[in-house]
């Protein structure tokens, strides 16, 4: 089920080439019309594409040749990316003139250098070449245009389900019956959404609670119809008609006559209807649907069981809560499996084969389709190296039939849209229960140009961010803890078996038993505690885009691996050597100019960055937090391109940051800098900044008045500052008509803190809406410009053991809807539920949580 991905790359690079300004293609010598000639080529080989993908399955000559194209188009993508690499070093020059750019300086307006210009036209004429080579092949497969349009097939589902094939499921049934029981004062018809990933038994539980006395007395009228590939009015009335009235021909009624149908046969019925397998995200459609429902007996105590894997489908179907399907419990994995991997009571000869099967099923994670899956390829057989094959083996790379829990599961791989797949398939990128963080995943595909280009008023992060709330919407990824400027997640071990096969040859897990690996395999993970030496596949690997390094030991990772990495990948999009223990990077890095992300967290043993470190001109990322660094060399603010920095330095100043530097930055973080003392002059110069995190700053006194240029600001936490203050008076003729961005402000564990910043308050008082205020113990008032902030929704004072006066006037807070106090006695005393004194000006909050301790 391997991917190619090629309507994806495809659509990147043709953006990518309509994104070239006018200027750079005109100072390039000589490449305008072989530009314009491979810009036709690709258009015409993507019309074509997503017939090419739906039929590369059943014809291996296309899926190999898709596979050249694919290569092709990488290197196409590189040769565009050039097009920028040295608009970038151009632009430095023209910023930074010295003596050996004084022609850059004196002719910037005009053309690239000669020599670039003959490069890169004999690199595009190359592509052309290679892309004319493939032609008659290509053409010979006679593809046809057609929509992007993602569909799942139809199947058929049952009504009737055996009660003695259903294991694990009797509370969930009578959870679903309790809920169908419980009465409604709705004009609609209550939906009642199961949601899970696929193979979890969402329609065998329907069908369990659909079979139940119970269920079918309470509803006399019974309809179970599976709605799967295209939510089609005409097509669900005539199979509701038709599971009504058996046998009843409605194919040639008109909608009208549809409509009469349904309502003579359910006018005035008690029923329920199950919609089974519902991928609709169309919410007119199912309005419609709704309607009709609605229209064929008014106001009645009928129900209706939907199953589908996306919580956005549920939202749109359903104001109730949806009901989240778990996995089941080993033990009920394990009578499961041994259902179906043994014939009756036979299971009681193989006790060596059942301790095996216990290992078996935990590789499942309580999916029943899985363990059925796995289960089957064991029935009838007793040799034990059979089940130990079956043990020892990811569950993605063994042979599955359609209905198996792979096949399934790539049901919802093949309704995400194109570029999502390729952003799924990334997360094979980490390990099995790896715990993901959604900031570093975002900027992993930011550095790899996967993301659509950000709409009118958006960063590329906001585009990373819906990508990510798409898939927590489908359940392919499953949210841990949320901690408001990013959360972290993980994914189900089965849906990492199916990142891992639709990227099997983009993505590898490198160790020091592999032994081969494709050398056009794009994105590596080097990961082994053992590891001693380096893996001679890498040497043999030129076209590496992603290198991820971790967990590797002291003695395994040294400066010849990263030699080796840098000089063989030349077109390195993002490394990550987080927490490795490595004491420099080598100077030649600087000669990764496409280098967009770069994480050396917590890499405490590196000091200074090399002098070639200001040549990584295309960097958007750089973690430098926990590093062991001296200062900030000037370099880091030469890197125009930079959004997101975060850093450890053991400096007390840091260098005043210069006008036109930085000016891309959204995301700023100092941490652990434990002998700064104050923030960099030139702040005001960081016009796009929207994060600013300060953390473990302990000698770091105040904020400078230069905060208040940053117009962009959205976002702002201090946290563990011992000696802060943030006493930032207004004044008053200067200061009036300020207009900030504040939407959310987190002070923690500030001991020095008695003030807020009124000047920060003031200008955000229509546009802040999260305060958090947590263990400031010196603070003991609050400013009565709190209460001017009338977008604040979220209130939350934690440990502020001095605050005891009121908050005067928050009645007047109308959009608050959550305040929590805790460990604040005199506030908690004042405000408590239904006894406090002034409990009647928060009572109209929705969520309020007061308590006198922690």
Not at 16 to 29: N, T, Y
Not at 178 to 195: G, T
Not at 283 to 300: M, P
Not at 738 to 765: H, I, M, V
């Amino acid at each position: 089920m391997a991917e190619t991905f090629l309507f994806d790359i495809a659509e990147r690079v043709l953006a990518k080439i309509g994104h070239l300004s006018v200027d750079e293609v005109r100072l390039a010598f000589n490449v305008k019309t072989d530009l314009k000639k491979l810009e036709d080529i690709m258009i015409s080989i993507k019309a074509v594409l997503l017939d090419a993908e739906r039929q590369q399955h059943q014809n291996e000559k296309l899926r190999l040749c898709m596979w050249k194209l694919r290569d092709i188009f990488y290197d196409a993508e590189d040769v565009i990316d050039d097009f920028k690499c040295e608009a970038l070093r151009k632009q430095d020059a023209i910023n930074h003139p010295n003596i050996n750019n004084l022609k850059v300086r004196v002719l910037g307006s005009f053309r690239l250098p000669l020599s670039f210009s003959l490069k890169i036209a004999h690199k595009i004429k190359d592509i052309n070449g290679r892309l004319g080579e493939l032609a008659t092949e290509w053409n010979s497969f006679g593809l046809r245009q057609c929509n992007d349009s993602r569909h799942v097939f139809c199947r058929e589902t049952i009504s009737f389900v055996d009660s003695s094939d259903v294991i694990g499921r009797d509370e969930d049934k009578e959870n679903i019956i309790s809920m169908l029981m419980k009465p409604s004062e709705d004009r609609n018809v209550p939906v009642i959404p199961v949601v899970g990933i696929g193979g979890l038994g969402k329609t065998t539980l329907a069908q369990f609670v659909y079979n139940d006395d119970r269920v079918t007395s309470l509803f006399p009228l019974k309809i179970l119809i599976c709605v799967s590939e295209e939510f089609d009015l005409f097509r669900l009335l005539k199979l509701i008609i038709q599971s009504v009235n058996k046998g009843e021909r409605c194919d040639d009624s008109t909608l009208d006559a549809l409509q009469a149908r349904l309502r003579s046969l359910l006018n005035d019925k008690k029923f329920l209807i199950v919609l089974d397998d519902v991928w609709n995200e169309n919410q007119a459609k199912w309005v419609e649907l709704r309607n009709f429902l609605r229209s064929t007996n008014g106001f009645s105590p009928s129900k209706i069981i939907v199953t589908p894997r996306s919580l956005k489908v549920a939202s749109i179907m359903s104001s109730i809560p949806p009901y989240i399907l778990e996995g089941l419990p080993l033990e009920d994995c394990l009578t499961l499996f041994t259902k179906w991997a043994f014939n009756d009571g036979d299971e009681r000869h193989y006790p060596n084969l059942i301790r095996i099967g216990e290992e078996i099923v935990k590789k499942c994670k309580g999916v029943p389709l899985a363990v059925r899956t796995l289960g089957s390829l064991l029935f009838q057989k007793t040799d034990e190296s059979d089940w130990i094959y079956i043990r020892e083996s990811e569950i993605w790379r063994l042979e599955q039939h359609e209905n198996d829990i792979l096949p399934v599961l790539k049901l919802s791989y093949n309704h995400l849209p194109s570029h999502l797949q390729r952003c799924f398939a990334f997360l094979s990128l980490y390990k099995k229960d790896e715990i993901y963080y959604s900031d570093r995943v975002i900027r992993l595909w930011m550095a790899n140009g996967l993301l659509e280009h950000p709409k009118q008023n958006q960063e590329w992060e906001d585009v990373g961010k819906r990508y990510l709330n798409e898939l927590l919407s489908r359940c392919l990824i499953q949210m841990e803890y949320d901690f408001g400027l990013y959360f972290n997640f993980k994914m189900h071990d089965l849906v990492h078996d199916l990142a891992l096969d639709v990227s099997q040859k983009e993505c590898k897990t490198v160790n020091s038993k592999t032994e081969t690996v494709d050398e056009n395999v794009r994105h590596l993970l080097l990961c082994e505690q053992k590891l001693v030496e380096v893996p001679r596949v890498l040497e043999e690997m030129k076209n590496v885009r992603t290198l991820i390094i971790q967990d590797v030991s002291k003695a395994s990772i040294n400066e010849s691996l990263i030699n080796l990495c840098v000089s063989n990948f030349k077109y390195l999009r993002a490394l990550a050597l987080r927490r490795s223990p490595l004491r420099a990077l080598p100077n030649c890095i600087g000669t990764l100019k496409h280098l967009r992300d770069l994480d050396l967290a917590h890499c405490g043993g590196i000091q200074k960055l090399p002098s070639s470190f200001d040549k990584l001109r295309s960097l958007q990322s750089l973690n430098l937090e926990g590093s062991g660094l001296k200062l900030l060399p000037d370099s880091v603010q030469r890197l125009i391109e930079l959004r997101h920095l975060e850093m450890t330095v053991e400096a007390k100043h840091l260098k005043e940051i210069r006008a036109g530097c930085w000016t891309s930055l959204q995301y700023l973080r100092l941490g652990w800098c434990k002998e700064l003392e104050c923030l960099p002059e030139g702040m005001q110069y960081l016009k796009s900044l929207r994060t600013l995190v300060l953390v473990f700053c302990h000698k770091l006194v105040s904020l400078p008045r230069s905060l208040k240029f940053l117009t962009k600001l959205e976002h702002l936490e201090i946290k563990y500052c011992q000696k802060i203050n943030l006493e930032m008076e207004v004044e008053e003729e200067e200061d009036k008509d300020l207009q900030l961005s504040l939407k959310t402000f987190s002070l923690l564990e500030l001991n020095a803190l008695r003030d807020l910043p009124r000047l920060l308050l003031q200008g955000s008082s229509s546009t802040l809406q999260q305060l958090q205020i947590c263990w400031c113990p010196n603070l003991s008032v609050l400013p009565a410009r709190l209460l001017n902030l009338t977008s604040l929704h979220k209130l939350e004072i934690v440990g502020c053991i001095k605050l005891s006066a009121q908050l005067e006037g928050i009645e007047r807070l109308t959009n608050l809807t959550e305040l929590t106090i805790h460990g604040c006695p005199e506030l908690s005393k004042r405000y408590r539920e239904n006894a406090g004194k002034d409990w009647h000006k928060i009572a109209h909050i929705q969520k309020v949580v007061i308590k006198d301790e922690i």
